[in-house]
């Protein structure tokens, strides 16, 4: 496949580098400012997509798809994407970069969704948002079906603002794509060893459910422990589960932190409330299926899981394959990462 950079606006990886350093050194509300970098080939400022100037500058590149004005709606698979007059989305998504293949379902688009702060990689026929679809990607613009509607998302041209919030994992994108549905889903049973936040948000694919299960009885077993507090799995049937951005498809379990005071229950873990041998027990426990895709846990609750795995004598090997601890809240490093909402339940997905 020969992909053709076409249109890089900035420098993501160096960007959320540099954005990482502000962030330590200040709050988690610091927000940085960044101007885009020339673009190789400059949109033309006011242009609207689908006007007669294409978006990407006045020079066509090789290979370069000419505007059509009213051509119908392409699907984007095998034929080239025509510039059509749709309206300009409202959403509140930045288009950073383009990437366009020759096969044009390989294209994509790197995103951030303002809402969220996630910035991720998508193709076409990946979902933004449960009812936001990428239908193409072009020379610096986007096409999207917004609840069915078709829109443009250009490149932006002024500058891009970040969060000190935002997160972008270029190892997980694929995991991070959002599934709309469930298969063959089981509810999670009552059990001894734990507690479920609601029976209609506990359900599952068998296998998460089987997985979560025995680790659970794992953890429990010959220990002296409250039960866990399980919060939200999936729907019935998956699918989109506010204010979840994934929950999806069965394979994502909120599980509460270990708490000294049994009570509290999905209370924020820190250096007073939590406890760590206990935390640390069910991670191992629920880590130690060999199934889990990744856990998302507060940075700061990291350090004091992390802490305390060095003290029960955990091998830097095994921490550095973990732990994204110590290399800052965005370094795409280990199992255990961290996303902005963990620091009163920590986020199990499992492999499929
Ligand atoms: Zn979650």
Redesign the pocket.
Known sequence: MSVRRTLVVLSLASLIAGCDGAAEASEDDARSSVASAPAAEPVTPGAEPGAAAPADGSVPAPGHVAVQPGAPPSSAQAEPVPRVAWPPTALSLGLLATMDAQDLAQSRATIRDERSGVISSYRPGDHIRPDVEVLAVDNGVVELSNAGEVEYLSISTVPVELSADDVFYPDLVDHLHLSTSMGDGVVMPPGPDYTLKAEAYSWGTPRSIALLRDAIRNYARGRQAPPVHIG?ISRRGGGPFPP?L??HEGR?V?IAYVLHNPDARFGVATERTLDRPRTWALLQALLDSNAVAYVFVDYDVQRLLYEHAQLEGVDDVTLEKLFQFPYGRRASRGMIRHWKGHRDHF?VRFEQ
Do not use: G, W
Request: charged letters at 45%; proline letters at 0%.
């Open positions: 939200d979840h994934s929950h994502d909120d986020h």
